[in-house]
Protein backbone atom coordinates (compact mmCIF):
# COMPACT_ATOMS: atom_id res chain seq x y z
CA UNK A 1 0.00 0.00 0.00
CA UNK A 2 1.69 3.67 -0.77
CA UNK A 3 2.39 5.34 2.35
CA UNK A 4 0.01 8.23 0.54
CA UNK A 5 -2.76 6.54 -0.74
CA UNK A 6 -4.64 9.10 -2.65
CA UNK A 7 -3.05 10.14 -6.12
CA UNK A 8 -4.10 12.80 -8.17
CA UNK A 9 -5.98 10.64 -9.87
CA UNK A 10 -8.04 8.89 -6.90
CA UNK A 11 -8.56 12.03 -5.93
CA UNK A 12 -10.04 13.48 -9.46
CA UNK A 13 -12.37 10.54 -9.52
CA UNK A 14 -14.14 11.27 -6.06
CA UNK A 15 -14.63 14.53 -6.91
CA UNK A 16 -16.07 13.91 -10.22
CA UNK A 17 -18.12 11.58 -8.27
CA UNK A 18 -19.73 13.73 -6.13
CA UNK A 19 -19.71 16.70 -8.78
CA UNK A 20 -17.33 19.15 -7.38
CA UNK A 21 -14.42 20.91 -10.02
CA UNK A 22 -11.66 21.54 -7.01
CA UNK A 23 -11.03 20.46 -3.53
CA UNK A 24 -11.39 24.31 -2.65
CA UNK A 25 -15.18 24.72 -3.73
CA UNK A 26 -15.31 22.07 -0.52
CA UNK A 27 -14.34 24.59 1.60
CA UNK A 28 -16.90 27.42 0.23
CA UNK A 29 -18.95 28.16 3.46
CA UNK A 30 -15.93 29.30 4.91
CA UNK A 31 -16.03 33.39 4.20
CA UNK A 32 -12.86 34.47 2.59
CA UNK A 33 -12.08 36.81 5.29
CA UNK A 34 -11.32 33.69 7.59
CA UNK A 35 -8.64 31.98 4.92
CA UNK A 36 -5.35 31.95 5.05
CA UNK A 37 -4.10 32.07 1.39
CA UNK A 38 -0.85 32.65 2.41
CA UNK A 39 1.93 31.74 5.34
CA UNK A 40 4.45 34.62 5.28
CA UNK A 41 7.87 33.47 6.57
CA UNK A 42 6.83 29.81 5.78
CA UNK A 43 9.57 28.80 3.21
CA UNK A 44 8.36 26.65 0.53
CA UNK A 45 9.09 22.96 0.85
CA UNK A 46 12.56 22.14 0.03
CA UNK A 47 13.88 17.84 -1.26
CA UNK A 48 15.94 15.95 1.36
CA UNK A 49 18.94 16.42 0.13
CA UNK A 50 18.77 20.05 0.49
CA UNK A 51 17.43 19.54 3.90
CA UNK A 52 19.77 17.31 5.10
CA UNK A 53 22.74 20.01 3.63
CA UNK A 54 20.82 23.19 5.36
CA UNK A 55 20.39 21.12 8.87
CA UNK A 56 24.15 19.46 8.94
CA UNK A 57 24.66 23.78 8.26
CA UNK A 58 22.91 24.57 11.14
CA UNK A 59 24.53 21.97 13.45
CA UNK A 60 27.67 22.92 12.39
CA UNK A 61 27.06 26.79 13.21
CA UNK A 62 25.67 25.83 16.77
CA UNK A 63 29.60 24.59 17.17
CA UNK A 64 31.03 21.99 19.25
CA UNK A 65 31.19 24.43 22.60
CA UNK A 66 32.73 23.04 25.83
CA UNK A 67 29.83 23.25 28.45
CA UNK A 68 29.92 24.87 31.73
CA UNK A 69 26.59 25.18 32.50
CA UNK A 70 23.67 23.47 34.26
CA UNK A 71 20.91 25.55 35.73
CA UNK A 72 18.04 22.57 35.41
CA UNK A 73 19.58 20.82 32.46
CA UNK A 74 22.88 18.78 32.52
CA UNK A 75 24.84 17.45 30.38
CA UNK A 76 26.11 13.40 30.85
CA UNK A 77 27.04 10.48 29.15
CA UNK A 78 24.52 8.51 27.90
CA UNK A 79 25.69 4.91 27.03
CA UNK A 80 25.14 4.01 23.36
CA UNK A 81 22.32 1.12 24.51
CA UNK A 82 20.09 3.58 25.78
CA UNK A 83 18.76 4.63 22.48
CA UNK A 84 19.49 2.23 20.39
CA UNK A 85 17.10 0.33 22.81
CA UNK A 86 14.76 3.23 22.78
CA UNK A 87 14.29 3.61 19.51
CA UNK A 88 13.31 -0.06 18.62
CA UNK A 89 9.95 -0.08 17.08
CA UNK A 90 8.35 -2.10 20.02
CA UNK A 91 8.64 0.78 22.37
CA UNK A 92 8.99 3.58 20.38
CA UNK A 93 6.03 5.58 21.52
CA UNK A 94 5.33 8.23 23.74
CA UNK A 95 1.92 6.77 24.39
CA UNK A 96 0.39 4.74 27.30
CA UNK A 97 -1.41 1.88 24.97
CA UNK A 98 -5.14 2.35 24.85
CA UNK A 99 -5.43 -1.08 26.26
CA UNK A 100 -2.75 -1.14 28.38
CA UNK A 101 -2.97 -4.65 29.70
CA UNK A 102 -2.37 -5.99 26.22
CA UNK A 103 1.48 -4.29 26.21
CA UNK A 104 2.72 -5.98 29.01
CA UNK A 105 6.18 -4.92 27.82
CA UNK A 106 5.16 -1.39 28.13
CA UNK A 107 3.87 -1.99 31.27
CA UNK A 108 6.79 -3.91 33.01
CA UNK A 109 8.90 -0.67 31.71
CA UNK A 110 6.34 1.83 33.84
CA UNK A 111 6.59 -0.81 36.69
CA UNK A 112 10.40 -1.08 36.71
CA UNK A 113 10.63 2.95 36.69
CA UNK A 114 8.57 3.89 39.25
CA UNK A 115 10.41 0.94 41.49
CA UNK A 116 14.22 3.01 40.11
CA UNK A 117 12.94 5.95 41.35
CA UNK A 118 11.16 4.89 44.72
CA UNK A 119 14.79 3.31 45.64
CA UNK A 120 16.03 6.39 44.75
CA UNK A 121 14.52 8.84 46.63
CA UNK A 122 13.72 6.01 49.06
CA UNK A 123 9.88 7.32 48.81
CA UNK A 124 6.81 4.43 48.97
CA UNK A 125 5.28 5.04 45.97
CA UNK A 126 6.00 6.37 42.17
CA UNK A 127 3.93 7.56 39.15
CA UNK A 128 5.32 6.70 35.80
CA UNK A 129 6.39 10.48 35.29
CA UNK A 130 5.01 13.84 34.30
CA UNK A 131 6.29 16.38 31.77
CA UNK A 132 8.98 17.83 33.48
CA UNK A 133 10.59 18.86 36.66
CA UNK A 134 8.85 21.80 36.36
CA UNK A 135 5.31 21.05 36.36
CA UNK A 136 6.03 17.91 38.35
CA UNK A 137 6.65 20.52 41.49
CA UNK A 138 3.77 22.32 40.37
CA UNK A 139 1.34 18.99 40.08
CA UNK A 140 3.21 18.31 43.76
CA UNK A 141 1.79 21.72 45.11
CA UNK A 142 -1.88 20.87 43.77
CA UNK A 143 -1.45 17.19 45.38
CA UNK A 144 -0.51 18.45 48.53
CA UNK A 145 -3.48 20.67 48.93
CA UNK A 146 -5.58 17.58 48.14
CA UNK A 147 -3.58 15.42 50.54
CA UNK A 148 -3.69 17.84 53.05
CA UNK A 149 -6.53 16.60 55.86
CA UNK A 150 -6.21 19.76 58.43
CA UNK A 151 -4.92 22.97 56.17
CA UNK A 152 -7.39 25.11 54.66
CA UNK A 153 -4.93 27.76 53.40
CA UNK A 154 -3.40 26.27 50.04
CA UNK A 155 -0.31 28.23 51.25
CA UNK A 156 2.63 26.85 50.04
CA UNK A 157 6.25 28.21 51.40
CA UNK A 158 8.39 28.21 48.14
CA UNK A 159 12.05 28.83 48.60
CA UNK A 160 13.90 31.47 46.35
CA UNK A 161 16.51 28.94 45.96
CA UNK A 162 14.42 26.45 44.13
CA UNK A 163 14.96 27.01 40.24
CA UNK A 164 13.38 29.95 38.62
CA UNK A 165 11.59 28.39 35.82
CA UNK A 166 10.43 25.78 38.00
CA UNK A 167 9.08 28.35 40.64
CA UNK A 168 7.23 30.42 37.28
CA UNK A 169 5.67 27.14 35.76
CA UNK A 170 4.63 26.30 39.36
CA UNK A 171 3.04 29.75 39.99
CA UNK A 172 1.21 29.49 36.44
CA UNK A 173 -0.27 26.14 37.11
CA UNK A 174 -1.73 26.55 41.12
CA UNK A 175 -2.52 30.12 41.52
CA UNK A 176 -5.36 30.22 38.83
CA UNK A 177 -6.86 26.92 40.82
CA UNK A 178 -6.30 29.37 44.07
CA UNK A 179 -2.90 28.19 45.69
CA UNK A 180 -1.00 30.82 47.02
CA UNK A 181 2.91 30.66 46.83
CA UNK A 182 4.22 32.69 49.02
CA UNK A 183 8.67 33.12 48.40
CA UNK A 184 11.00 32.24 51.56
CA UNK A 185 14.60 34.04 51.63
CA UNK A 186 17.85 32.34 51.42
CA UNK A 187 20.92 32.72 53.79
CA UNK A 188 23.10 35.42 51.62
CA UNK A 189 26.35 33.53 53.11
CA UNK A 190 25.19 30.28 52.37
CA UNK A 191 23.08 29.98 49.52
CA UNK A 192 20.57 27.55 50.86
CA UNK A 193 17.29 28.42 52.70
CA UNK A 194 17.23 30.72 55.82
CA UNK A 195 15.74 28.71 58.70
CA UNK A 196 14.97 31.76 60.74
CA UNK A 197 13.00 33.34 58.47
CA UNK A 198 10.61 30.35 58.48
CA UNK A 199 9.57 31.26 62.22
CA UNK A 200 7.60 33.88 61.52
CA UNK A 201 5.18 31.70 59.44
CA UNK A 202 5.27 29.40 62.52
CA UNK A 203 1.51 28.66 63.99
CA UNK A 204 -0.18 29.68 60.86
CA UNK A 205 -2.05 27.84 58.46
CA UNK A 206 0.68 26.37 56.17
CA UNK A 207 -0.39 23.20 53.46
CA UNK A 208 3.40 22.99 51.91
CA UNK A 209 6.94 23.46 52.11
CA UNK A 210 9.21 22.86 49.22
CA UNK A 211 12.93 21.72 50.04
CA UNK A 212 15.03 21.69 46.98
CA UNK A 213 18.19 19.35 46.95
CA UNK A 214 20.56 20.15 45.66
CA UNK A 215 18.79 24.03 45.40
CA UNK A 216 19.14 26.12 42.40
CA UNK A 217 23.02 27.23 43.24
CA UNK A 218 24.18 23.65 43.67
CA UNK A 219 24.24 24.21 47.77
CA UNK A 220 22.89 21.80 49.86
CA UNK A 221 20.22 22.55 52.07
CA UNK A 222 19.10 21.33 55.61
CA UNK A 223 16.37 19.26 54.48
CA UNK A 224 16.17 17.30 58.07
CA UNK A 225 15.77 20.52 59.39
CA UNK A 226 13.23 22.11 57.13
CA UNK A 227 11.41 18.90 57.29
CA UNK A 228 11.35 18.94 61.05
CA UNK A 229 10.06 22.34 61.09
CA UNK A 230 7.25 21.71 58.49
CA UNK A 231 6.11 18.90 60.64
CA UNK A 232 5.93 20.41 63.54
CA UNK A 233 4.18 23.32 62.12
CA UNK A 234 1.54 20.64 60.23
CA UNK A 235 2.70 21.60 56.88
CA UNK A 236 3.41 18.74 54.54
CA UNK A 237 7.10 18.24 52.92
CA UNK A 238 7.36 18.42 49.07
CA UNK A 239 10.77 17.65 47.75
CA UNK A 240 12.19 18.97 45.10
CA UNK A 241 15.31 16.84 43.98
CA UNK A 242 17.86 16.05 41.06
CA UNK A 243 17.52 12.59 41.37
CA UNK A 244 21.69 11.93 40.54
CA UNK A 245 22.36 13.98 43.82
CA UNK A 246 20.51 11.18 45.59
CA UNK A 247 23.27 8.90 45.02
CA UNK A 248 25.26 10.73 47.21
CA UNK A 249 22.98 13.05 49.62
CA UNK A 250 19.93 11.54 52.57
CA UNK A 251 17.04 10.87 49.83
CA UNK A 252 13.71 12.81 50.30
CA UNK A 253 11.99 9.30 52.10
CA UNK A 254 15.01 10.17 55.06
CA UNK A 255 14.17 13.80 55.76
CA UNK A 256 13.63 14.53 59.48
CA UNK A 257 11.65 11.89 61.05
CA UNK A 258 9.29 11.03 58.78
CA UNK A 259 10.71 11.87 55.64
CA UNK A 260 9.24 14.06 52.59
CA UNK A 261 5.28 13.66 51.66
CA UNK A 262 5.72 14.08 48.16
CA UNK A 263 9.18 14.15 45.87
CA UNK A 264 9.69 15.27 42.80
CA UNK A 265 12.18 16.36 40.38
CA UNK A 266 13.73 15.86 36.89
CA UNK A 267 14.77 13.10 34.96
CA UNK A 268 16.57 14.84 32.45
CA UNK A 269 19.99 13.26 33.72
CA UNK A 270 19.20 9.77 33.36
CA UNK A 271 19.37 9.30 29.75
CA UNK A 272 17.75 12.63 27.94
CA UNK A 273 20.12 14.39 25.98
CA UNK A 274 20.29 18.28 26.38
CA UNK A 275 18.23 19.33 23.05
CA UNK A 276 17.20 22.63 22.55
CA UNK A 277 15.51 22.92 25.88
CA UNK A 278 13.17 19.91 25.53
CA UNK A 279 11.53 17.10 26.23
CA UNK A 280 12.02 16.45 29.59
CA UNK A 281 10.80 13.85 31.84
CA UNK A 282 9.19 14.54 35.19
CA UNK A 283 8.67 12.01 38.41
CA UNK A 284 6.99 12.45 41.35
CA UNK A 285 6.90 9.91 44.36
CA UNK A 286 4.48 9.76 47.44
CA UNK A 287 4.41 7.98 51.05
CA UNK A 288 1.56 5.48 50.33
CA UNK A 289 -0.86 7.26 52.71
CA UNK A 290 -1.56 9.96 49.67
CA UNK A 291 -1.00 7.76 46.42
CA UNK A 292 -4.60 8.34 45.98
CA UNK A 293 -4.32 12.56 45.49
CA UNK A 294 -1.10 11.35 43.13
CA UNK A 295 -1.69 12.75 39.53
CA UNK A 296 -0.51 10.55 36.51
CA UNK A 297 -0.20 6.75 35.74
CA UNK A 298 0.95 4.22 37.93
CA UNK A 299 1.19 0.10 36.66
CA UNK A 300 1.63 -2.22 38.98
CA UNK A 301 2.53 -5.72 39.35
CA UNK A 302 0.03 -8.73 39.92
CA UNK A 303 -0.80 -12.68 38.72
CA UNK A 304 -3.04 -13.56 36.12
CA UNK A 305 -5.88 -16.22 36.41
CA UNK A 306 -2.88 -18.89 36.34
CA UNK A 307 -0.56 -17.52 38.24
CA UNK A 308 1.74 -16.07 35.85
CA UNK A 309 3.50 -12.35 36.59
CA UNK A 310 1.56 -9.60 34.59
CA UNK A 311 1.32 -6.10 34.87
CA UNK A 312 -1.98 -3.73 35.03
CA UNK A 313 -2.52 -0.10 35.01
CA UNK A 314 -3.76 0.28 38.84
CA UNK A 315 -5.42 2.91 41.08
CA UNK A 316 -7.27 4.57 37.47
CA UNK A 317 -10.31 5.74 39.57
CA UNK A 318 -7.78 8.88 40.10
CA UNK A 319 -7.75 9.59 36.54
CA UNK A 320 -9.62 11.55 34.10
CA UNK A 321 -11.88 8.68 32.10
CA UNK A 322 -13.07 7.87 35.53
CA UNK A 323 -13.29 10.72 37.86
CA UNK A 324 -13.78 13.24 35.08
CA UNK A 325 -13.60 16.84 36.37
CA UNK A 326 -12.68 15.41 39.75
CA UNK A 327 -9.44 13.82 38.79
CA UNK A 328 -6.30 14.30 39.86
CA UNK A 329 -4.96 15.67 37.05
CA UNK A 330 -5.32 15.32 33.02
CA UNK A 331 -2.01 13.42 32.52
CA UNK A 332 -2.74 10.15 31.46
CA UNK A 333 0.18 10.05 28.75
CA UNK A 334 3.16 11.45 29.90
CA UNK A 335 6.63 10.96 29.44
CA UNK A 336 6.90 7.60 28.22
CA UNK A 337 9.66 7.28 25.86
CA UNK A 338 12.01 9.72 28.03
CA UNK A 339 10.91 7.40 30.97
CA UNK A 340 12.24 4.53 28.45
CA UNK A 341 14.87 6.19 28.17
CA UNK A 342 15.91 6.68 31.90
CA UNK A 343 15.09 3.53 32.98
CA UNK A 344 17.55 1.76 30.66
CA UNK A 345 20.17 4.22 31.20
CA UNK A 346 19.61 3.57 35.49
CA UNK A 347 19.53 -0.31 34.36
CA UNK A 348 22.69 -0.03 32.78
CA UNK A 349 24.41 2.34 35.45
CA UNK A 350 23.42 0.08 38.31
CA UNK A 351 23.83 1.84 41.75
CA UNK A 352 27.24 1.80 41.96
CA UNK A 353 27.90 3.12 38.42
CA UNK A 354 24.90 5.82 39.77
CA UNK A 355 27.15 6.67 42.76
CA UNK A 356 30.30 6.60 40.50
CA UNK A 357 29.02 9.44 37.89
CA UNK A 358 27.30 11.83 41.17
CA UNK A 359 31.02 11.59 42.87
CA UNK A 360 32.69 12.26 39.76
CA UNK A 361 30.51 15.25 39.13
CA UNK A 362 30.88 16.57 42.59
CA UNK A 363 34.57 16.24 42.31
CA UNK A 364 34.91 17.87 38.45
CA UNK A 365 33.10 20.45 40.27
CA UNK A 366 35.25 21.26 43.10
CA UNK A 367 38.21 21.24 40.17
CA UNK A 368 36.47 23.69 38.43
CA UNK A 369 35.60 26.07 41.52
CA UNK A 370 39.44 25.86 42.71
CA UNK A 371 40.61 26.63 39.21
CA UNK A 372 38.36 29.39 38.40
CA UNK A 373 38.52 31.22 42.06
CA UNK A 374 42.34 31.07 41.53
CA UNK A 375 42.02 33.78 39.05
CA UNK A 376 42.45 37.54 40.67
CA UNK A 377 38.53 39.07 40.50
CA UNK A 378 36.73 35.76 40.74
CA UNK A 379 35.32 34.05 44.28
CA UNK A 380 32.72 31.97 45.23
CA UNK A 381 29.04 33.68 46.94
CA UNK A 382 28.71 30.86 48.79
CA UNK A 383 29.98 28.52 51.71
CA UNK A 384 29.00 25.11 52.71
CA UNK A 385 28.62 21.66 50.70
CA UNK A 386 27.05 21.84 47.15
CA UNK A 387 26.68 18.78 44.46
CA UNK A 388 28.30 19.92 41.20
CA UNK A 389 26.98 23.43 40.41
CA UNK A 390 28.84 26.71 42.34
CA UNK A 391 27.85 30.26 42.27
CA UNK A 392 30.97 32.73 41.23
CA UNK A 393 31.00 36.39 41.91
CA UNK A 394 32.85 38.01 39.18
CA UNK A 395 34.08 41.77 39.38
CA UNK A 396 32.39 42.51 36.77
CA UNK A 397 29.27 42.07 34.64
CA UNK A 398 28.56 38.78 33.50
CA UNK A 399 26.94 39.15 30.61
CA UNK A 400 29.62 40.44 28.54
CA UNK A 401 32.09 37.41 30.04
CA UNK A 402 29.91 34.69 28.91
CA UNK A 403 29.48 36.30 25.20
CA UNK A 404 33.68 36.56 24.95
CA UNK A 405 33.52 32.83 26.28
CA UNK A 406 31.29 32.03 23.83
CA UNK A 407 33.50 33.35 20.92
CA UNK A 408 36.11 31.44 22.15
CA UNK A 409 33.89 28.31 22.19
CA UNK A 410 33.16 28.08 25.99
CA UNK A 411 29.86 28.17 27.30
CA UNK A 412 31.41 29.63 30.62
CA UNK A 413 27.81 29.30 33.11
CA UNK A 414 24.04 30.73 33.66
CA UNK A 415 23.85 34.51 34.70
CA UNK A 416 22.29 34.50 37.68
CA UNK A 417 21.94 38.62 37.93
CA UNK A 418 18.73 37.85 36.28
CA UNK A 419 16.35 35.85 38.71
CA UNK A 420 18.96 37.02 41.70
CA UNK A 421 19.65 40.90 40.98
CA UNK A 422 20.79 41.02 44.87
CA UNK A 423 23.97 38.48 44.73
CA UNK A 424 25.50 41.22 41.96
CA UNK A 425 27.92 40.05 39.05
CA UNK A 426 27.14 36.45 39.89
CA UNK A 427 27.80 33.68 37.99
CA UNK A 428 26.71 29.91 38.27
CA UNK A 429 28.89 27.02 36.80
CA UNK A 430 28.26 23.13 36.33
CA UNK A 431 30.85 20.64 35.70
CA UNK A 432 29.97 16.79 35.19
CA UNK A 433 31.55 13.65 34.63
CA UNK A 434 31.83 14.82 30.98
CA UNK A 435 34.29 17.61 31.44
CA UNK A 436 38.31 16.62 32.07
CA UNK A 437 40.80 18.61 33.56
CA UNK A 438 42.11 19.61 30.44
CA UNK A 439 38.37 20.72 30.08
CA UNK A 440 38.72 22.79 33.09
CA UNK A 441 42.50 24.44 32.28
CA UNK A 442 40.99 25.62 29.06
CA UNK A 443 38.26 27.54 30.64
CA UNK A 444 40.28 28.42 33.46
CA UNK A 445 42.91 30.04 31.14
CA UNK A 446 40.65 31.70 28.73
CA UNK A 447 38.58 33.85 31.72
CA UNK A 448 41.84 34.64 33.14
CA UNK A 449 43.03 36.27 30.09
CA UNK A 450 39.27 38.16 29.58
CA UNK A 451 39.42 39.46 33.36
CA UNK A 452 43.09 39.65 33.09
CA UNK A 453 42.38 42.00 30.26
CA UNK A 454 40.76 45.28 31.94
CA UNK A 455 41.06 45.95 35.46
CA UNK A 456 37.63 45.53 37.84
CA UNK A 457 35.37 48.15 37.29
CA UNK B 1 -33.93 -6.96 46.38
CA UNK B 2 -31.73 -4.71 48.10
CA UNK B 3 -33.30 -3.91 51.94
CA UNK B 4 -34.64 -0.47 52.55
CA UNK B 5 -35.08 0.25 56.83
CA UNK B 6 -37.94 2.10 57.18
CA UNK B 7 -37.08 4.17 59.52
CA UNK B 8 -34.66 5.91 57.63
CA UNK B 9 -34.74 8.60 54.55
CA UNK B 10 -33.43 8.54 51.36
CA UNK B 11 -32.19 10.38 48.29
CA UNK B 12 -32.28 9.71 44.73
CA UNK B 13 -28.20 9.93 44.68
CA UNK B 14 -28.94 6.54 47.18
CA UNK B 15 -27.63 8.37 50.51
CA UNK B 16 -29.64 7.41 53.51
CA UNK B 17 -30.41 9.61 56.53
CA UNK B 18 -30.79 8.64 60.08
CA UNK B 19 -31.57 11.07 62.53
CA UNK B 20 -30.44 10.21 66.22
CA UNK B 21 -31.74 11.64 69.04
CA UNK B 22 -29.91 14.70 69.73
CA UNK B 23 -31.01 15.94 66.88
CA UNK B 24 -27.96 15.13 64.44
CA UNK B 25 -27.96 13.20 61.73
CA UNK B 26 -25.68 9.93 60.73
CA UNK B 27 -25.47 9.56 56.57
CA UNK B 28 -24.28 6.21 54.65
CA UNK B 29 -25.06 4.64 51.09
CA UNK B 30 -27.56 2.23 50.84
CA UNK B 31 -27.50 -1.38 50.21
CA UNK B 32 -28.93 -0.70 46.67
CA UNK B 33 -25.12 1.30 46.02
CA UNK B 34 -23.23 -0.86 47.67
CA UNK B 35 -24.36 -3.33 45.70
CA UNK B 36 -23.88 -1.53 42.59
CA UNK B 37 -20.77 -0.35 43.42
CA UNK B 38 -19.35 -3.59 44.12
CA UNK B 39 -16.72 -4.05 46.62
CA UNK B 40 -14.70 -0.78 48.10
CA UNK B 41 -11.43 -0.14 48.07
CA UNK B 42 -11.44 3.42 49.09
CA UNK B 43 -13.47 5.69 51.05
CA UNK B 44 -12.86 9.12 51.75
CA UNK B 45 -14.46 10.48 54.36
CA UNK B 46 -15.23 14.49 55.55
CA UNK B 47 -13.35 16.08 58.19
CA UNK B 48 -15.23 17.34 61.25
CA UNK B 49 -16.38 20.60 61.29
CA UNK B 50 -16.66 21.11 57.42
CA UNK B 51 -19.38 23.44 56.17
CA UNK B 52 -21.76 21.61 53.52
CA UNK B 53 -24.47 22.92 51.51
CA UNK B 54 -27.36 20.32 50.86
CA UNK B 55 -26.47 18.45 47.69
CA UNK B 56 -22.45 19.12 48.55
CA UNK B 57 -20.38 16.23 47.63
CA UNK B 58 -18.74 15.29 50.72
CA UNK B 59 -17.26 11.61 50.45
CA UNK B 60 -15.79 9.30 47.67
CA UNK B 61 -16.56 6.20 47.49
CA UNK B 62 -14.23 3.93 45.88
CA UNK B 63 -14.88 0.28 44.20
CA UNK B 64 -13.46 -1.52 41.92
CA UNK B 65 -15.18 -1.04 39.40
CA UNK B 66 -15.94 3.12 39.93
CA UNK B 67 -15.10 5.90 42.47
CA UNK B 68 -18.19 7.62 43.36
CA UNK B 69 -18.99 11.40 44.96
CA UNK B 70 -21.58 11.32 47.94
CA UNK B 71 -23.85 14.26 48.62
CA UNK B 72 -24.60 15.43 51.30
CA UNK B 73 -28.59 15.07 51.58
CA UNK B 74 -28.76 18.29 53.96
CA UNK B 75 -26.84 21.09 55.07
CA UNK B 76 -24.89 21.33 58.07
CA UNK B 77 -21.82 21.05 59.85
CA UNK B 78 -19.82 17.52 60.10
CA UNK B 79 -19.53 16.28 63.32
CA UNK B 80 -17.36 13.46 62.03
CA UNK B 81 -16.39 10.89 59.55
CA UNK B 82 -15.81 7.15 60.00
CA UNK B 83 -12.45 6.71 60.37
CA UNK B 84 -12.54 2.98 60.28
CA UNK B 85 -13.44 3.04 56.88
CA UNK B 86 -9.73 4.28 55.93
CA UNK B 87 -8.12 0.92 56.64
CA UNK B 88 -12.19 -1.24 56.20
CA UNK B 89 -14.46 0.55 53.66
CA UNK B 90 -15.47 -3.22 53.18
CA UNK B 91 -18.04 -2.18 56.48
CA UNK B 92 -20.08 -0.32 53.73
CA UNK B 93 -20.54 -3.94 51.61
CA UNK B 94 -20.85 -5.73 55.15
CA UNK B 95 -23.42 -3.21 57.28
CA UNK B 96 -24.36 -0.54 54.81
CA UNK B 97 -26.87 0.91 57.66
CA UNK B 98 -24.79 0.11 60.56
CA UNK B 99 -21.08 0.08 60.86
CA UNK B 100 -20.99 1.46 57.20
CA UNK B 101 -22.03 5.21 58.71
CA UNK B 102 -19.76 7.16 56.06
CA UNK B 103 -20.22 10.72 58.30
CA UNK B 104 -22.58 12.45 61.20
CA UNK B 105 -23.78 16.18 60.57
CA UNK B 106 -25.30 18.86 62.60
CA UNK B 107 -27.98 20.33 60.29
CA UNK B 108 -28.61 23.57 59.42
CA UNK B 109 -32.13 23.38 60.41
CA UNK B 110 -34.28 21.00 62.36
CA UNK B 111 -36.51 18.57 60.44
CA UNK B 112 -34.32 19.08 57.40
CA UNK B 113 -34.29 15.15 56.92
CA UNK B 114 -38.59 15.11 56.60
CA UNK B 115 -38.51 16.23 53.01
CA UNK B 116 -36.24 13.26 51.96
CA UNK B 117 -37.83 10.31 50.51
CA UNK B 118 -39.38 8.11 53.10
CA UNK B 119 -38.58 4.07 52.21
CA UNK B 120 -41.34 3.29 49.94
CA UNK B 121 -40.83 6.43 47.63
CA UNK B 122 -37.10 5.49 47.63
CA UNK B 123 -38.22 1.66 46.80
CA UNK B 124 -40.16 3.12 43.96
CA UNK B 125 -37.46 4.82 42.76
CA UNK B 126 -34.93 2.23 42.23
CA UNK B 127 -37.94 -0.27 40.94
CA UNK B 128 -37.97 2.36 38.60
CA UNK B 129 -34.58 2.73 37.56
CA UNK B 130 -34.98 -0.60 36.83
Redesign the interface.
Known amino acids: MPYIPHTAADVRAMLDRIGVAGIDDLFDEIPPALRVDALPGVPEGLPEMDLSRLAAERAAADGARLNFIGAGAYEHHIPAPVWQLVTRGEIYSAYTPYQAEASQGTLQIMYEFQSMITALTGMDVSNASLYDGASALAEACLMAVRAH ?2 SQSARILMPATVNPVWRRVARAITEGQGLVVEELPYDPARGTTDLQSLERHAGTDLTALVVPQPNFFGQLEDADALTRWAHGNGALVIGAVNPLALALVAPPGEWGEGGADVAVGDGQPFGVPLSSGGPYVGFMTSRLEHV ?1 QMPGRISGRTVDADGRTGYTLTLQ ?2 EQH ?2 RG ?1 ATSNICTNQGLLMTAATIHLALLGPVGLERVASACARRTRELVAALTAIPGVREAFAGPRFHEAALLLDRPVAPVLEALAAAGIVGGYDLSRDYPELGHALLVCATETRTSADIERYARALRGLLGRRSAA | MSEIPADLRYTKSHEWVRTLRDGSVEIGITDHAQHSLGDLVFVEVPQAGKQLAAGDACAVVESVKAASDVYSPVAGAVIAGNEELATQPELINQDPYGKGWILRLKPAAAGAAAGLLDAAAYAAEVAAAG
Do not use: E, F
Open positions: RHRARIRK
